[in-house]
């Protein structure tokens, strides 16, 4: 039995993006947080860009990760502020956040999130998963099958960041 079978994963529904907001908030810095409306306009136009594991004893949000399909290869920032850049049949997903409540980290979680994602956005016909990361990050996100592109042309909340990719493609 794998300790991810106390979780259920799969796409958000409307009535937890407060949820998901508020873990935003626990996750990131204010200057790199994505607002509470952000989020609740990306789950109300791509909820199925959302991967989330809900505890299958409490009923809440353990974490999730969210993204934006598009056809464009290069990560801006303008994929964090404006859900209108998504294209359902896009390629690519820019992913926005990858975000775990500090109690279920540690656990594997993150990795199983990226792993499930993935999976699901390949059989989706999607080729590559593109996120930013901070230098601290970088490591942990190879482990995972990203790809280090070198610095994004993303400066969100006035840090310098990594494009990361993972191919997704057979």
Known sequence: MSIFDKFEFRSIKPDEAGQAAKIEQICFPPNEACSEEHIRERVAEAPELFLVAVDKQTGRLAGFLNGLATNEQKFRDEFFLDVSLFEPDGKNVMLLGLDVLPEYRRQGMAK???SQY???????????LTLTCLDAKVEMYKRMGFVDNGMADSTWGGEEWHEMAYSITD
Do not use: F, M, P, Y
């Open 118 to 128: 993935a999976s699901r956005e390949k059989k989706n016909g999607r080729d590559t």
């Open 112 to 114: 199983e999130l990226v």
